[in-house]
């Protein structure tokens, strides 16, 4: 819309060029620009995302529909790729600095593996924003803003309502040998198990059948473990089929949430779950990225942008409901 401003004798008379007349919209610079407009005077940026994601892990679907929202926000295209091994993740790095992105969001599950590539990007003038793995690392590799919660912190704070709830000999699941994140969980849960001990398990998550096998030998042999603790969602899942099987009376509780998850809950199959957020942290890696290239801003002051850790139980799970049926919680 077109304001034009007149004068008249001894008054001044706005004339709008249109079929509708909004006096609000005149102003002496020409009309004032809507949001969607202001943020699209800056140029459409390609910010790529690489994550550690397995095959049929639903967490990253949610962490993904964040980053989705956000690159529609802030007029971004989004380049999504993943894998489960270090090494491909590294070479997805290469592939993002090769192909001169604006930026890149990436998960560092086993960061001295990946800091040569990090490096990399920051050489050729590609800021890097971490998020959701390498909570300890991301300062040494020079990066500038890290979203996703501590780790170890949440663990302890798992341990610490286990304690509460008598806990006894609580099964640590970890699906992916060496990630730093999933160690942490585990390390971080027997700190504050003050009641009990805990002791680790290693499955393979990409291969549900195998861990649903794993865990129900364990439980066979070992009827003392009263509690299980997934470290992702599907595993949790997973569980609910091998306690069964095992004729075990163990307790399920884990680690992020999906919608099947928050029905566990309702069902009373799962306790309780640890919500880091994923939504939020696809969302806010993007948002940081666009703020930082096209404003040099930078969140946290040098600290963890958290996300988590929250718990999702009987008490809160309805609340909750309505965002995981959307495939956003």
Known sequence: MKCAI??????????????????????????????????????????????????????WDIVRHGAEAAAANDNVDL???????????????????????DGIAVTLPVPDALGGEVRAAERAGIPVVAFNAGFDAWKRL????????????????????????????????????????LDARCKGLQEGLTSGRSERLY?????????????TAKLQEDPSIDYVLALGAPIAMTAIVAVKAAHSKAKIVTFD??????????????????????????????????LLITNGNVLGAGRTILTGPSFVDARNVRAVAKYAARGTR
């Open 142 to 181: 020079g990066i500038p803003m890290y979203i996703g919660q501590d780790e170890t912190l949440a663990g302890r704070a798992a341990g610490e309502r286990l304690s509460r709830e008598g806990a006894r000999h609580v099964l640590c699941v970890i699906q992916a040998q060496g990630q730093v994140q």
């Open 257 to 290: 949430t999906n919608g099947q998850v928050v029905r566990a809950i309702e069902d009373g199959s799962i306790e309780w779950a640890i919500d880091q957020q994923p939504y939020l942290q696809g969302y806010e890696v993007i948002d940081a990225l666009w």
């Open 203 to 215: 499955v393979n998550g990409a291969d549900m059948p195998s861990v649903r096998a794993t865990i």
């Open 6 to 59: 007149v004068r008249a004798p001894g008054r001044l008379v706005a004339l709008v060029l249109g079929t509708v007349l909004l006096l609000s919209a005149c102003s002496s610079t020409g009309g004032a620009r809507s949001a969607e407009t202001a943020g699209r005077s800056f140029p459409r940026l390609r910010i790529a995302m690489i994550t550690h994601q397995a095959p049929g892990d639903t967490f």
């Open 79 to 101: 380049i999504y790729s993943n894998d489960q091994y270090v090494s491909g993740q590294a070479v997805l790095i290469q592939n993002a600095i090769d192909q001169r992105v």
